[in-house]
């Protein structure tokens, strides 16, 4: 516990001084009793009243509460929490404009993901990720909701799939630097550093599953597992699959389960099969981050002024009940 005013206890240095005068007041009632005994204007007293210094321990307990109270006292209370890091990482390849999912595979996730993002508390951070052929951090991990929901909006479906991109850039967003992968890295600077630990952070990999492209996503998988990033992988369409006209051509694109479950299952996370907009929906409120303690300082003023109240009318009813008065 500290104090926001630690001067106020000053006060205290007054209490000696408050039993010092009670004891001399003391002192003058027995002499004052003896001499009128003496005139036998009074009984003698028989014994001593064991109770007679009750209520003004009392009164002076809530006096020192008082000034304690004064002081503004601040305790550290543990607080549970979720917090984290989550990184959303959409497939925007040319497959997730499929509409097996509709009204697509790609706007399904994004309206699914704009609910999760409303849902998160202002402890956890929130990253965007958008990979193809390639992947870029469309937003750094941040807590301003508006933010990750104006990047989520402007995805738009493109080029090849390399689930291997998504979990390396996604990786690289979570560890806020460029990071080394069995020489494969995000971006080739000379300056990359291998990637930290990061327990309670999670990548949230939505995709058809059609890996088209290098580097291997298995090794990635291992990497995040390593640095203690849980991926939740989220199949999109069907494993039947369906047919894409773009462009006046007819493209096949067909759900890739094995490879997505396998990501999971390396990582401690979940695979979950998205077959329409609702089970997508149900598939986010799944996604749990850790309950984490913290300690968080909070003023407690008014509960020791309401210790100190309590002391004082103790203090009042034994003082009524013996003497008949509280003074």
């Not at 009164?59 to 550290?76: Q, S």
């Not at 939505?206 to 989220?234: C, F, H, M, Q, R």
């Amino acid at each position: 516990m500290t104090l926001a005013w630690p001067w106020a206890l000053l006060g205290l240095l007054a209490l000696p001084l408050v039993v010092v005068a009670y004891r001399r007041l003391l002192r003058q009632q027995a002499e004052r009793r003896a001499d009128l005994a003496r005139q036998g204007l009074v009984v003698p007293m028989a014994r001593r009243d064991r109770w007679r210094h009750v209520a003004p321990v009392l009164l002076v307990a809530a006096l020192a509460v008082m000034l304690l109270a004064l002081a503004r006292p601040v305790a550290a209370v543990a607080e549970p929490r979720r917090e984290g890091t989550v990184i959303l990482a959409f497939d925007v390849s040319t497959s997730m404009a499929a509409e097996d999912v509709r009204p697509t595979r790609l706007d399904s996730a994004k309206a699914a993901a704009k609910g999760f993002v409303e849902k998160q508390p202002s402890t956890v951070k929130i990253g965007v990720v958008a990979f193809g052929g390639s992947g870029i951090i469309a937003q750094q991990p941040t807590t301003d909701k508006d933010e990750v929901l104006a990047s989520v909006n402007r995805l738009s479906p493109q080029g090849d799939t390399s689930l291997g991109r998504g979990i390396l850039t996604s990786l690289s967003a979570i560890a806020g630097k460029p990071i080394v992968s069995n020489g494969d890295t995000e971006s080739g600077s000379a300056d990359e550093t291998p990637i930290g630990y990061y327990g309670g952070t999670a990548i949230v990999l939505l995709t058809d599953g059609e890996n088209t492209s290098g580097p291997d996503p298995a090794n990635l998988a291992d990497l995040a597992s390593a640095a203690g990033v849980k991926i939740y992988p989220i199949g999109l369409g069907s494993a039947e699959g369906t047919v894409l006209e773009k462009n006046g051509f007819s493209i096949a694109t067909r759900l890739d389960e094995q490879s997505l479950k396998q990501i999971a299952e390396v990582t401690g996370g979940t695979y979950y099969n998205a077959t329409d907009s609702s089970s997508l929906a149900q598939v986010y409120d799944s996604i749990q981050l850790n309950w984490v303690s913290r300690s968080v300082p909070h003023e407690v003023t008014s509960l020791v002024a309401g210790v100190a109240t309590l002391l004082l009318l103790a203090g009042a009813v034994v003082s009524v009940l013996r003497r008949g008065r509280v003074i």
